[in-house]
C-alpha cells in the first residue's frame, strides 16, 4: 500500500496497520504461524485540511512512515511476549479545535486507548484535556505551549521543550554574529504556542545582553502587518525574530519584501523549514533563520530504522513530499510508544504511562527523555538553528552538529532578487 505524493487531504487514515501486508517487502516471520498477531490501535487526529495543513500534512506523514516501517518491513513489534500489528485511526480535524475535541472523545468512547497530537497548540491543549481526563496517554509533536505543561496534566507527552524554554539556543547563536547584534525586536501571534514562545524569546535575548527595542502582537490571524513594519523600519533593529506559525510567517515575510523592511538578521520559528516556504520566497529567503529539532545527518541509532538516513530513504518510498523535521518527530512518537510498551511489558494505559514518564530511549529522531511535565528535555530535545543558504537548510548552530555557518548581516532585499 504505497502513500505516493500528498495523502488526499480529507480522506479518513483508518485502519492503515490492518492493511499493510505482513509479507510486504519480505517481512520475516518472528513468531510461530500458530501464534496470532494481535492489533495494537493508536488513535488522534491531524490537520489535513484548513490553516494548519502543511505542516499538518508533515506530522500525518511521519506518523504513517513509522507504521507502515513496523508493521512492513518489522513484521509487526513484539511486547511482553505478544506480536502486535499497529493499527492507525487518524481523522482530519481541519485545523478546527471543537472538531478536534469530537473527534477525540469519540474515540475514547469507543475504547482507543493510546492518542497522538494534532498540530498546533490550539488544538493539542484542549484534545490533551480531553485524553487526560479518560487518563488516555497522549504522545505529541505538534503543541509547544506552555499550558499543556504547566496545567499538572500525567498523561501528555511532547517532543519539544515548552515554548519559554525553547529560544535558548537562538540568543546563544546570536551571541556568535559578527559585528555582534546590539538590538532586537519580536512579532508574535494572539495564539497560545505564539504568545508563550515570544516570552522565551524575551527572557532568552535579555538574558544574553541584547536590548529589547518593542514587541508587536498580531491578531491570530492576521491579514496585514503594514503598521508593524512602519515601526520596524523607523526603529531598525538589528534582529527581527517572528514566533508564528509557518502561513502567517510567509504573510510577513512577503510584506517585508514588499515594503522594502530590511533587518540585518530575520528569525522566523516556523516556516523556512518547510520547502514550500522557501519556494514560495525564491531567492528572497536565503539568510533567514528557523529553529529545527531534527536533520537526516544527526548521529542517533534506534533498533527500529537504524538510523536517519535509513529512516529517510524509507520515507521516500512512500512520499514524494519533501521531508521536514515535523515527519520524524511524528515517526519518533510512535518508536517512543513501543519502547514504552516494550519497557513496561504491558499495553495497559497507565503502564504505559508510567513507562513513558520514565523514557530514556535513542531514536534516530533524538534521545528520547521527559521532564517531570511531560515536555522535552530542554537539553536533549532542544532545537538547533537553520539557515536557508542558497535556497536550502543548512545547520549553523551549535558548532557540533553544523553543516555551514551563519551568513550575516543579511543584504537587503533588492539585492537577494
Given amino acids: 500500500m504505497a ?7 480529507r480522506r479518513v487514515v483508518s485502519q492503515f496497520g490492518m492493511a499493510l501486508g505482513a509479507a510486504a517487502l519480505g517481512a520475516p516471520a518472528i513468531r510461530s504461524a500458530h501464534a496470532q498477531t494481535k492489533t495494537l490501535v493508536i488513535g488522534g487526529s ?11 500534512l508533515n506530522v500525518n506523514n511521519g506518523y504513517i512512515t513509522a507504521v507502515s516501517y513496523m508493521n512492513d ?15 492507525l485511526k487518524l481523522f482530519d480535524d481541519a485545523s478546527d479545535p471543537a472538531r478536534a475535541t469530537t473527534l477525540i472523545q469519540r474515540q475514547i468512547d469507543e475504547g482507543t486507548n493510546f492518542f497522538l497530537g494534532s498540530f498546533g497548540s490550539n488544538i493539542v491543549l484542549p484534545t490533551a484535556a480531553i485524553t487526560e481526563r479518560a487518563k488516555k496517554p497522549m504522545v505529541q509533536t505538534g503543541g509547544g505551549s506552555d499550558a499543556i505543561f504547566t496545567r499538572g496534566y500525567k498523561f501528555v507527552f511532547g517532543m519539544f521543550p515548552r515554548a519559554t524554554r525553547q529560544f535558548a539556543a537562538t540568543a546563544a547563536m546570536f551571541k556568535t554574529l559578527q559585528p555582534l547584534p546590539q538590538t532586537y525586536s519580536v512579532i508574535w501571534t494572539n495564539d497560545a504556542f505564539s504568545k508563550t514562545a515570544a516570552e522565551g524569546v524575551r527572557l532568552s535575548c535579555d538574558a544574553a545582553g541584547f536590548k529589547r527595542i518593542d514587541g508587536y502582537e498580531l491578531p491570530a490571524k492576521p491579514t496585514d502587518v503594514s503598521s508593524v513594519l512602519g515601526s520596524v523600519r523607523a526603529t531598525n533593529p538589528d534582529l527581527l525574530v517572528c514566533v508564528m506559525h509557518d502561513q502567517n510567517s510567509l504573510l510577513v515575510a512577503r510584506q517585508m519584501i514588499a515594503t522594502n523592511t530590511n533587518v540585518k538578521l530575520l528569525f522566523q520559528g516556523l516556516g523556512p523549514q518547510l520547502a514550500s516556504f522557501r519556494e514560495a520566497l525564491g531567492k528572497h529567503s536565503d539568510y533567514l533563520c528557523c529553529s529545527t529539532y531534527w536533520d537526516e545527518n544527526v548521529p542517533f541509532k534506534d533498533k527500529f530504522f537504524g538510523d536517519s538516513k535509513k529512516f529517510v530513504e524509507y520515507y521516500k518510498t512512500k512520499f514524494t513530499r519533501p521531508i521536514a523535521y515535523h515527519v520524524a518527530g511524528a515517526a519518533a512518537c510512535i518508536e517512543t510508544y513501543i519502547l514504552s510498551m516494550q519497557a513496561a511489558k504491558s499495553t495497559d494505559p497507565v503502564k504505559v504511562r508510567d513507562a513513558l514518564a520514565a523514557a530514556n530511549y535513542e531514536t534516530f529522531y533524538s534521545r528520547i527523555k521527559f521532564t517531570p511535565e511531560g515536555d522535552g528535555d530542554p537539553l536533549l530535545m532542544g532545537g538547533m538553528i537553520a539557515q536557508v ?3 536550502k537548510l543548512a545547520i549553523v548552530f ?5 553543516s555551514g555557518k551563519p551568513m550575516y548581516p543579511s543584504p537587503t532585499w ?4
Fill in 46 to 56: 491531524v490537520p489535513l485540511t484548513g490553516a494548519a495543513a502543511e505542516t499538518g
Fill in 73 to 87: 518491513v518489522l513484521g509487526g513489534v513484539e511486547i511482553a511476549g505478544e506480536k502486535y500489528k499497529i493499527e
Fill in 3 to 9: 502513500f505516493k505524493g500528498n495523502t488526499t487531504r
Fill in 389 to 391: 543558504q542558497s535556497g
Fill in 414 to 417: 533588492d539585492k537577494k532578487a
Fill in 398 to 402: 551549535p558548532a557540533d552538529a553544523a
